[in-house]
């Protein structure tokens, strides 16, 4: 019998609460399952780090942030599982993960894994990607209680107005091989963005490299032709205007205050290092 603990981001909402709920009696009925509720931002880190050693599996409950934290938390060895009920749940869509509770349940009791690998950005694991500038403010204005009662809708509202007073900041990109500037950027491990919609075509979750999209043109024509990029193709690289930087060791600098996100959630500011990582995780896949 697996001992499985749940770590579960209570800001879901009452709805995802029965969800969880009927996923965890379903497990219970071949395992021991224990559910944590987290109270502040670093609880789910906390309870991980804490807990990994005394169960099989160690299931995020949440958005991406809340795996994020919990990717903070667990060892090497650690087999984790996501019951997705955050709002753009990206992990989920790039691992192919279905957002059912049959299929849930059926892949974690299976106990497949697939290995996803890791960066650092400064002291900090990440797994999807960092944003720089236009999404960093969009985060950073976010506030939970809103995010809680409107979702995606909200996040729509917010880009909405920085797209009407885009600011084109002057950000430094530096490798060991080159050095770009620009007024947005976007490092990423996931071909994924705010959602389905893929931007690159050059990594994914599953694959050692990252990527880093250095923006030219954050003008507001240049901006919707971004977008035009992503819905059609699928791939930012094709915008002249796009710098395409493939690196292992990436220095974000700038002289202006300038918000970071990261996995979806408020980092902090530049400057940045951001650098792969030798370590991957063990995530249950079907």
């Not at 995802?16 to 509720?37: A, G, H, Q």
């Not at 670093?42 to 990994?52: L, N, P, Y």
């Not at 709002?87 to 509770?101: F, P, R």
Request: charged share 25%; aromatic share 10%; with cysteine.
């Amino acid at each position: 019998m697996n001992k499985i603990a749940i770590i579960y981001n209570p800001n879901a909402g009452s709805a995802k609460i029965k969800k969880l709920l009927k996923i965890k009696e379903r497990l219970s009925l071949k395992s021991s399952v224990t559910i944590y509720d987290t109270q502040k931002p670093g609880d789910a880190t906390s309870i991980a780090k804490r807990e990994c050693k005394n169960f099989d599996i160690i299931v995020a409950a949440g958005g991406d942030g809340t795996i994020n934290e919990v990717i903070n938390g667990i060892d090497v060895n650690t087999k984790l599982g996501i019951i997705p009920l955050g709002t753009a749940n990206i992990l989920a869509i790039e691992a192919g993960i279905k957002n059912d509770v049959k299929s849930i349940c059926k892949l974690i009791e299976k106990g497949n894994t697939k290995k996803i690998y890791i960066s650092n950005i400064n002291d900090k694991k990440f797994f999807l990607m960092a944003g720089i500038g236009y999404d960093g403010d969009i985060v950073h204005k976010m506030k939970p209680s809103l995010k809680k009662i409107f979702g995606k809708a909200m996040f729509g509202f917010l880009g909405l107005l920085e797209f009407f007073k885009l600011k084109k900041y002057n950000i430094k990109v530096e490798t060991e091989s080159e050095t770009a500037f620009g007024n947005w950027v976007l490092v990423t491990n996931s071909k994924h963005y705010a959602g389905p919609y893929k931007i690159t075509k050059s990594t994914s979750i599953f694959n050692d490299s990252i990527v880093c999209y250095v923006f030219n043109d954050l003008s507001r024509l240049g901006f919707l032709y971004y977008i035009f990029l992503i819905i059609f193709y699928g791939d930012l690289s094709r915008s002249k205007k796009v710098t395409k930087i493939i690196s292992k060791n990436i220095k974000i600098s700038s002289k202006e205050k300038i918000n970071v996100q990261c996995d979806g959630e408020k980092y902090g500011n530049l400057p940045i290092e951001i650098n792969f990582s030798s370590e991957s995780v063990n995530l249950l896949t079907a």
